[in-house]
């Protein structure tokens, strides 16, 4: 059975950062692409970010050159180290396992971060 | 702003039939077969009940169809049920570094 467990997140002040973890079990990361895709609180779905099978990256515009998606393969793992964190970045965030056609089959319950002062 | 437009709300009553609609650009929805549709209940994680514009996951009801013509896509929802209250969001390939760009999402509401 495929299960995402995310973890990492909670309250941080502006400026700060976090590395979320996204523990996949039931397939194995590094053969599948895996995105986070965020929610702020009342708000719609947002793609954050994306690893491919072959370790290309790809990010928002809202958080390139801040967040860095990456992976562990020993411990089937996908990270996501998020610096210079603002309040506009407060939201849920999901881990996504692909599906066929750049959907998104298998999601997590998703760890919540909060930025504020 | 969302990349994808969808309607904020719609609603119809148990047993009808609805339609979501989602509008984006040649170099989304447009330009590729990649258009994909969740359903999210309050406070639970979104779940894929179509892809590639027209294709049901295995477990997902056949009430639900998706369609495409031209840069809009669509979703209906045949032979509505009080449990298929939820929002509802479409999603896209798109062409350049934002690889998946997303609806604002749609609330149905069944009367």
């Known amino acids: 059975e495929v299960q995402l467990v995310e973890s990492g997140g909670g309250l941080i002040q502006p400026g700060g950062s976090l590395r979320l973890s996204c523990a996949a079990s039931g397939f194995t990361v590094s053969s599948n692409f895996m995105s986070w895709v965020r929610q702020a609180p009342g708000k719609g779905l947002e793609w954050v970010s994306v690893?491919?099978?072959?370790?290309?990256?790809y990010y928002a515009d809202s958080v390139k050159g801040r967040f860095t998606i990456s992976r562990d393969i020993s411990k089937n793992t996908v990270y996501l180290q998020m610096n210079s964190l603002r309040a506009e970045d407060t939201a849920l965030y999901f881990c996504?396992?692909?599906?066929?056609?750049?959907?998104?089959?298998?999601w997590g319950r998703g760890t919540l971060v909060t930025v504020s002062s | 702003q969302s990349a994808l437009t969808q309607p904020a709300s719609v609603s119809g009553s148990p047993g009808q039939s609805i339609t979501i609609s989602c509008t984006g650009t040649?170099?989304?929805?447009?330009?590729?077969?990649?258009v994909s549709w969740y359903q999210q209940h309050p406070g639970k994680a979104p779940k894929l009940i179509i892809y590639g514009v027209s294709s049901r996951p295995s477990g997902v009801s056949n009430r639900f169809s998706g369609s495409k013509s031209g840069n809009t896509a669509s979703l209906t929802i045949s032979g509505l049920q009080a449990e298929d209250e939820a929002d509802y969001y479409c999603?896209?390939?798109?062409?350049?570094?934002?690889?998946?760009?997303f609806g604002g999402g749609t609330k149905l509401t069944v009367l």
């Open positions: 690893i491919y099978s072959g370790e290309s990256t």
């Open positions: 996504a396992r692909d599906g066929a056609d750049y959907s998104f089959a298998s």
């Open positions: 999603s896209s390939y798109s062409s350049g570094s934002t690889q998946v760009v």
């Open positions: 040649s170099s989304d929805v447009g330009g590729y077969n990649y």
